[in-house]
């Protein structure tokens, strides 16, 4: 019955359905075109026959709404909206034509630093959302699609806040989840959402899942379990999340597979050196157990990424006057070498004066 009321070329308002690009508990995504007043290429995402319950339309509702007031290249726009014919409720948002991010890294076989950027972009944009009063709760690979600019530069958008949550309190800022209701995906929730009680979710749980992200970017693999939909690894997962340790990314690089090693362009025992010190500081920074001891934004997450790209000294590394000044070696070598080249031939001429001077004095 349900591909009777959705197929190829069904039309939904101004929008004609041209392939199914996804399918959930509450609905579908299709890629439809528009072809009136203008063509444009856009993605319908319809409520599922029969699950049109109140407080399925609520969300639906709060995820068109949360979309809609937010303004960021790094985030899928709302476009439009509606009930259809049928009494079905569907909204229409920009169709990112893009692969997980950790997909589009692997495929393209990106650098440390590559990856390490194209995260940064995503911070950016929960940063926006958060400034906006939204947190996303879902932050995943399959959330972060990345596409290639016309320039050949890669691209990220978050896409589907159907969970998110608002931080106000308002009817229309209410989170459209119940008590105790299991928020996230757990491989890559902070520690809070997998509470039993719900948890109480901030932008530090987004600045965890981002951690995660950020993790399995680097060293291949999540920081709790792996890809797998099953209930026993599921629930594994959540007691890990509540009371294992995240094991540094370094040690599991150093068993990761050649393909993990390749994708990255380097070999295992080379990933694992270079994930020693800034990237590790970072990853685990942002994987804190304590929402206290995370970065205090999304936005700091993602400065810290690029200081690490430039060579800075990153806010996860130790206060040490020691590493503020080997830091600043590795950025201004140029400078550095000059001055030490001046320093010894002051010092040579120092000592020569030194010499003459005590010889004539004998």
């Known amino acids: 019955l349900s591909g009777i009321l959705e197929s190829a070329g069904m039309v939904i ?19 439809a075109v528009r072809e ?19 407080a399925v339309l609520a969300r639906f509702d709060h995820e068109r709404q949360a979309m ?4 960021h290249p790094g985030i899928a726009r709302a476009i439009d909206g509606g009930i259809t014919d049928r009494g079905r409720a569907y909204f229409v948002m920009e169709c990112v034509d893009g692969l997980p991010i950790t997909e589009f890294c692997d495929r393209h076989t990106l650098g440390l630093h ?29 959330n972060i ?12 958008k978050i896409i589907d806040f159907g969970i998110a949550k608002a931080l106000c309190s308002s009817a229309r ?32 749980s987004d600045v965890g899942s981002l951690g995660a992200v950020l993790y399995e970017l680097l060293a291949g693999t999540p920081p709790f379990g792996t890809h797998s939909d099953s209930g026993s690894h599921r629930t594994g997962v959540m007691r890990q999340l509540r009371e294992g340790t995240v094991a540094r990314p370094r040690t599991r690089a150093m068993v990761c597979g050649e393909s993990t090693a390749s994708a990255r362009l380097t070999t295992p025992e080379n990933l694992a050196r270079a994930l020693r010190r ?3 500081w970072i990853c685990l920074k942002a994987l804190r157990r304590s929402p206290e001891e995370r970065y205090e934004s999304a936005g700091a997450l993602g400065r810290d990424l690029r200081r690490w790209v430039a060579g800075e000294p990153v806010q996860a590394g130790p206060e040490s006057t020691a590493y503020r000044l080997r830091a600043y070696a590795r950025t201004h070598r140029t400078q550095v070498a000059a001055a030490a080249a001046v320093l010894a031939s002051l010092v040579v001429a120092t000592a ?11």
Request: glycine residues 10%; contains cysteine; aromatic residues 6%.
């Open 13 to 31: 308002g101004a929008y004609r359905l041209v392939e199914q690009i996804g399918r959930g508990g509450f609905g579908s995504v299709w890629r």
């Open 36 to 54: 009136r007043p203008f063509e444009q290429q856009v993605a319908v995402k319809l409520i599922k026959l029969g699950m049109d319950s109140e």
């Open 68 to 71: 809609a007031l937010m303004d």
């Open 114 to 142: 590559d990856r390490a950027l194209l995260l940064a972009q995503v911070c950016d944009a929960a940063q926006h959302a958060h400034q906006r009063g939204i947190i996303h709760r879902d932050l995943k690979p399959s």
């Open 145 to 156: 699609l990345v596409r290639r600019r016309d320039d050949g530069t890669p691209e990220a």
């Open 173 to 204: 800022g209410a989170t459209m989840t119940e008590a105790g209701e299991l928020v996230g995906t757990p491989e890559y929730m902070a520690p809070e959402q997998a509470d039993e009680d719900g948890g109480t979710s901030d932008t530090r």
């Open 278 to 280: 800034e990237p590790e």
């Open 352 to 362: 020569t004066s030194t010499w003459f001077a005590l010889r004539e004095s004998r």
